[in-house]
């Protein structure tokens, strides 16, 4: 089956940084997305890493372990903007693209 | 337009009663998803087409729920007999191709069952 774990709730200071945990167990395995989704609006793509290691872009960075299983979004610099939920998803199943979505982490960012 | 485009943006129904809904995914993309996301839940796969193959149906949570997709346009998702369980956002979403790429998502449509 297809499980993935991220935290619920994350709280952290306006210029801060901030980073978000992300664990998978999937049947198969083609790749780990990030979205961000704001309160009533539709998810909005961040990243998506392949290969193991860290991808930066911008304020934004996602890791990668896939021997371990575990990924990470890293928010540098937080604004108040960034309050959102961020979604951590895997590509999962053999011959066929699902994408299964945790949770997601509510990230508040404090004055 | 340019993004995936949903209808209705909002449903109230009755308890009981068949609900469509449609989406219009961007042009050329030939991969196709629905989500359901309940309040403060995450999304809950649906289904997904990939062109002219059989779609992956595994995600729905009852012979209540169907899709259709005619080629690679739009979508829609019908609920029968809708009960209170079934309020939620579902959210489409279309990609470019089979292998893995990014989702864009359209705005959702809002269900209510009341």
């Known amino acids: 089956g297809q499980n993935i774990d991220q935290p619920t709730e994350m709280t952290a200071t306006e210029g801060a940084i901030v980073q978000i945990n992300c664990t998978y167990q999937?049947?198969?395995?083609?790749?780990l997305f990030w979205y961000q989704q704001h309160a009533g609006e539709a998810p909005t793509f961040l990243s998506y890493?392949?290969?193991?290691g860290l991808e930066e872009k911008g304020r934004f960075s996602s890791f990668l372990s896939r021997s371990k299983g575990y990924s990470y979004l890293l928010l540098k610099e937080l604004q108040m903007k960034d309050s959102a939920s961020y979604l951590c998803?895997?590509?999962?199943?053999?011959?066929?693209?699902?994408?299964?979505f945790g949770k997601g982490t509510k990230l508040s960012v404090i004055p | 337009g340019a993004g995936v485009s949903q209808s209705p943006s909002n449903k109230v129904t009755e308890k009981g009663k068949d609900v469509e809904l449609r989406c219009d995914p961007i042009?050329?993309?030939?991969?196709l998803y629905w989500y359901r996301q309940r309040l403060g839940q995450g999304l809950e796969f649906l289904i997904y087409?990939?062109?002219?193959?059989?779609?992956?149906k595994s995600g729905l949570p009852s012979d209540r729920f169907s899709a259709e997709r005619t080629g690679e346009s739009v979508s829609t998702l019908t609920i029968q007999r809708t009960q209170q369980e079934d309020s939620a956002v579902y959210l489409c979403?279309?990609?470019?191709?089979?292998?893995?790429?990014?989702?864009?998502f359209g705005e959702g449509s809002r269900l209510t069952v009341l």
């Open positions: 998803a895997a590509y999962s199943g053999a011959g066929s693209y699902q994408l299964t």
């Open positions: 087409f990939q062109g002219n193959s059989a779609p992956d």
């Open positions: 999937t049947s198969g395995f083609n790749g």
């Open positions: 979403a279309s990609s470019l191709g089979s292998s893995a790429g990014e989702l864009f």
């Open positions: 890493n392949v290969l193991d």
């Open positions: 042009s050329g993309h030939t991969a």
